[in-house]
């Protein structure tokens, strides 16, 4: 695994701005909230329990213009396939890359997901 993926020195809130808890996001995405977790369940999307009391929650850049951000559910499989917990593959996805630039999050809401795949599937091997 990579080095930014071993020693984890910012914290999930610190890289990812805006979290929506389910209800929110379900909004978001115009399905109710039972659709969204599916989507957690068959791996589209990510949840983190965050907050007090603990509240289910998604990273909203997961979700563009009212749809799952474009090759997102692709690379969540991809990085579990690779080993990754659900906190450590969003680190992954919104921690800054020089080589790309930018995140991996960044690339795949701008319609890039090549260079993020292959990186994605070679922290596989």
């Known amino acids: 695994m990579s080095?930014?993926?071993?020693?984890?020195e910012t914290s999930l809130d610190d890289l990812i701005g805006s979290w929506l808890p389910l209800p929110d996001a379900a909004e978001e995405l115009g399905v109710e909230v039972s659709a969204v977790r599916r989507m957690v369940d068959d791996g589209s999307l990510v949840e983190i329990r965050r907050g007090t009391p603990k509240v289910r929650c998604v990273p909203a850049e997961l979700i563009k213009d009212g749809e799952l951000t474009p090759y997102v559910a692709g690379t969540i499989t991809v990085?579990?396939?690779a080993g990754f917990s659900?906190?450590?593959?969003?680190?992954w996805l919104f921690t800054p890359d020089d080589s790309?630039?930018?995140r991996p999050i960044d690339e795949l809401r701008?319609?890039?997901?090549g260079e993020v795949r292959r990186r994605a599937q070679a922290l596989g091997f």
């Open 3 to 8: 080095a930014q993926h071993e020693t984890p």
């Open 79 to 81: 990085l579990r396939d």
């Open 86 to 91: 659900d906190e450590e593959l969003l680190r």
């Open 100 to 102: 790309l630039p930018g």
């Open 110 to 113: 701008a319609g890039r997901r």
